[in-house]
Antibody, heavy 116, light 110 residues
Framework: EVQLVESGGVLVQPGRSLRLSCAAS????????MHWVRQAPGKGLEWVSGISWSGEIMGYGDSVKGRFTISRDNDKNSLYLEMSSLRTEDTALYYC?????????WGQGTLVTVSS | QSVLTQSPSASGTPGQRVTISCSGS????????VNWYQQLPGKAPKVLIY???QRPSGVPDRFSGSKSGTSASLAISGLQSDDEADYYCAAWDDSLNGWVFGGGTKLTVL
């Protein structure tokens, strides 16, 4: 069974840093690009970042560019999101998702709350 | 303000056919395919339609998608109570060099 499990979400103060992880199983991880998509409470979906299968190409949404860094470890079947200079507007449920022809599947999400 | 525009809400009665629209521009829907996602209450999104009109295995043929120019639509026929969910369109945007989503349409089954 294809599965994505996110972890690392916590309550953190503005300006601090946080690292999210996504553990993948049930498929050949390095065959796919991987992405982070977030959803603020009661709001819609927002693409945060994506990384190619090899890790050589990364992309970021404008709202996180320069503050977040995506990476992957194909040996560990894991995806990461390093988040720095966190703002209250970064509060959201962060999903990791595999990209084939669409984001599929999605993990269950990990909640990041940025508040003083 | 989302790059792709969707009506915030839609509704229908059981058995009815409803259509959800998604409007974009030349940099996204104009040259790239659209995907549709269903998000049931309290759940993670799930792909419903990919590449404009393709259904993943397991998605009922009550769901169909189409695209013309810079607009796309999702049609749901034979509406059922468990179709009540939020629906999002998404596409790659060549100008932003990233994926963009619509703001989502909340479907209510009356």
């Amino acid at each position: 069974e294809v599965q994505l499990v996110e972890s690392g979400g916590v309550l953190v103060q503005p300006g601090r840093s946080l690292r999210l992880s996504c553990a993948a199983s049930g498929f050949t991880f390095d065959d796919y690009s991987m992405h982070w998509v977030r959803q603020a409470p009661g709001k819609g979906l927002e693409w945060v970042s994506g990384i190619s299968w090899s890790g050589e190409i990364m992309g970021y949404g404008d709202s996180v560019k320069g503050r977040f860094t995506i990476s992957r470890d194909n040996d560990k079947n894991s995806l990461y999101l390093e988040m720095s200079s966190l703002r209250t507007e970064d509060t959201a449920l962060y999903y990791c998702a595999r990209m084939g022809l669409a984001f599929d599947p999605w993990g269950q999400g990990t909640l990041v709350t940025v508040s003083s | 303000q989302s790059v792709l525009t969707q009506s915030p809400s839609a509704s229908g009665t059981p058995g009815q056919r409803v259509t959800i629209s998604c409007s974009g521009s030349s940099s996204n829907l104009g040259y790239n395919t659209v995907n549709w996602y269903q998000q049931l209450p309290g759940k993670a999104p799930k792909v419903l339609i990919y590449s404009n009109s393709q259904r993943p295995s397991g998605v009922p043929d009550r769901f169909s998608g189409s695209k013309s120019g810079t607009s796309a639509s999702l049609a749901i026929s034979g509406l059922q109570s468990d179709d009540e969910a939020d629906y999002y369109c998404a596409a790659w945007d060549d100008s932003l060099n990233g994926w963009v989503f619509g703001g989502g349409t909340k479907l209510t089954v009356l």
